[in-house]
Every structure is written in structure tokens, then in C-alpha cells.
């Protein structure tokens, strides 16, 4: 299921597996700032999708999943249109809480943020 937000922002899933997961977003001319650039709030809105949905690839199950604390460091700027993939995964699991990372990545590999969060879980019952 796709949420409005990821509808909006125009967020697809390319990969998933056991505790990582890629996705990608192509900004449009709406989510420039006032330099003409990707407005970081869209990069971490993109950052924070990738590692929430990297948590649905763990067992058992997390059915409910929501950042706390969120770390972003922009690299370099990224440009209208230029597919950006945002690569997130699991780094610490617990039972209510979990630790992730991401890399938000430009055309050819060129790094444009890294990002760590904290998210509340709720898993599925055993």
C-alpha cells in the first residue's frame, strides 16, 4: 500500500530485502527551494521513507513503524529531475525501537545526503 505522502512526493519502491530497501523519488519543478535546487525537506522526506520501509523487511514482522529522531547531512545539492535513490537499512532492531541509516544518492552514484533515524516500532505478534 502506498501512502498519500509517498503519492505526492512521487516515491516508488525499486528493491526490498531482508533489512534494506531502495527507493526513488524524481523531483519536480514544486519541490525546488528558492536557489532552484531539491529542497531538503523533499531529500528527507525521501531518507526517512527508504529506512521506514527498510523496518517492513525484518522478522517478526513490523507492522507499525514511526521516526523519533531524525539525522540528515547533505553532501552535495541535487537538481530538478535527476532520479534520486535513497538506499536504507536496519542497523539495530530491537523490540520498540529500531535504528536505521540511509544514502540519498544522485544519477551515477554521486552522494547527496546520508541520514541515520531512530523510529518507535510495533511488531507482529510471535
Request: aromatic share 4%; charged share 20%; hydrophobic share 45%.
Amino acid at each position: 500500500m502506498v501512502s498519500p505522502a509517498w503519492r505526492w512526493l512521487g516515491i516508488s519502491e525499486v528493491a526490498l530485502e531482508d533489512g534494506a530497501a531502495v527507493v526513488e523519488m524524481t523531483p519536480t519543478e514544486n519541490m525546488a527551494n528558492t536557489m532552484g535546487l531539491v529542497h531538503g525537506g523533499m531529500i528527507s522526506a525521501l531518507a526517512d521513507s527508504a529506512m521506514g520501509r527498510a523496518l517492513r523487511t525484518i522478522k517478526p514482522g513490523v507492522v507499525r513503524s514511526m521516526s523519533f529522531d531524525l539525522k540528515l547531512s547533505f553532501i552535495s545539492a541535487a537538481r530538478m529531475g535527476e532520479t534520486l535513490r535513497a538506499t536504507g537499512r536496519v542497523v539495530h532492531a530491537g523490540r520498540r525501537t529500531a535504528v536505521t541509516e540511509c544514502r540519498v544518492e544522485a544519477p551515477g552514484g554521486r552522494l547527496v545526503a546520508t541520514a541515520s533515524g531512530t523510529f518507535a516500532i510495533t511488531r507482529e505478534k510471535e
